[in-house]
């Protein structure tokens, strides 16, 4: 099975950088994706990767260490919109393929 | 395209009363998958599926069965609702050996 831990809450203000962290533990999977869901509606993808590395799509950016077991998040130029809740996510390699959601990092931002 | 939509969105049930719920996705996805959603506890996943046919449970399955007879629809049911199914439930879909999962949009369930 998996575990993910990421932190239950991040505070920052506009026009900040904040960096969400996932820690992990698993047997194997292809790959770490982030997920965002504002309050009151779904998750939505935003991000993966597969390799080791940082990928970047526009202010979002994100970084895998296999070795590490570690991931994150960054938002840059973080805006007012960015305040929703932040999921780290890993689809299993070996065997039926779940995909396995940490608890959520709620980011609030202020002006 | 519609994506991944779900029925009913938001549903009152006394305890013991059943209930089913529908998930249909228009693009063609091998993978489905049932979560529910609490307070402080993420998604977890309650049954999963692989293909037409085919189910499989997840981290948190008692209380619920599922079934997927057409690709495109996955349904979850509760068979004697209880307050502890009070819950946000959502449905997501994947193509097989992508990296996106597309989410509906919910089902707020209330049990009392």
Known sequence: GQSLEQPSEVTAVEGAIVQINCTYQTSGFYGLSWYQQHDGGAPT????????????????????SRSDSYGY???????????????????????YSTLTFGKGTMLLVSP | NAGVTQTPKFRVLKTGQSMTLLCAQDMNHEYMYWYRQDP??????????????????????????VSRLKKQNFLLGLESAAPSQTSVYFCASMLDGNTEAFFGQGTRLTVV
Do not use: W
């Open chain 1, 45 to 64: 993808f935003l991000s993966y990767n597969a390799l080791d590395g940082l990928e970047e799509t526009g202010r979002f950016s994100s970084f895998l």
């Open chain 1, 73 to 95: 998040l960054l938002l840059q130029e973080l805006q007012m919109k960015d305040s929703a809740s932040y999921f780290c996510a890993v689809r299993e390699r070996s065997g």
């Open chain 2, 40 to 65: 402080g506890m993420g998604l977890r996943l309650i049954h999963y599926s692989v293909g037409e046919g085919t189910t499989a449970k997840g981290e948190v399955p008692d209380g619920y069965n």
